[in-house]
């Protein structure tokens, strides 16, 4: 072996090892920078009134969440009613089967909701979750597992209830009453801002805007729907989340993220008014 090819190995394995030691560097800044815009997201918002005025049907489906109703939920949501005008929405609230009293929880909303004059459904289904449970077992709602018992499927359970909250939508267009967009909120903490600000993504032109649903920041939860515009799953929970470099692109610069499905927390529709209609 002669001096000059080891002289040119160091030399490699010094080149290898500063370049190594840039990429950790340039990518340890680069999640220090996103949670950071992640953490501070929540204070440039804008407190303002929406652009143009729009019609909202404000969908939403309730099971043993009276904590939450009770310590943000129902507040925020009265607060983005007075944003938006009580004549300029339309509240669909489905409750069934809950252990805890969602159901007073929601007695109360309602009443709140009836001093503000807010039109609005809110059902409080008698039927209880061993109901349910205890219905014959047909089709894709049920899964037999090994063990030789029936479990109720989540998803076309949920998808049920939703159509429920969406019902009243259908009887309004009936009677020529219409919306321009739906909006669907999950039993997450959230504030009138966070919705105006989803209502005005992309200055409004949208099948699907979503919400992202940080439980702890910079993680966010619920990613079930979601997927990127290039349809794939989430690859993690904090940076960098998504495979599809146009959608890595969007977290990163805390503009509206492009993605082929999405739900988390709050969605808001235009595309399914059509089949209403
Ligand atoms: C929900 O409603 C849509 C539109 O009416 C229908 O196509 C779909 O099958 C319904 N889903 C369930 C689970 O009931
Ligand atoms: C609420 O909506 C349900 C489902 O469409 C309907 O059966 C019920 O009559 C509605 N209640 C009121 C008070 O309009």
Redesign the pocket.
Known sequence: MSLLSVSRRVLRYRIARTLIIIFTIWNLAEIHLIHHRISKADYTVLLRRPQKQERIYIASINWNNELVLRSHWSKALTQLILKLGPENVFISIYESGSYDNTKGALRELDWELERMRVPRNITLSPVTHEDELAAPARGEGWIRTADGKKHLRRI?YL??IR?LSLRPLQDLARQGITFDKILFLNDVVFTSNDVLRLLDTNDGEYGAACSLDFSKPPSFYDTFALRDNEGHEPIMQTWPYFSSAASRHGMKNMSPIPVASCWNGMGMLTSILE?VA
Request: hydrophobic share 20%.
């Open positions: 076309p998808a049920r159509n089949s």
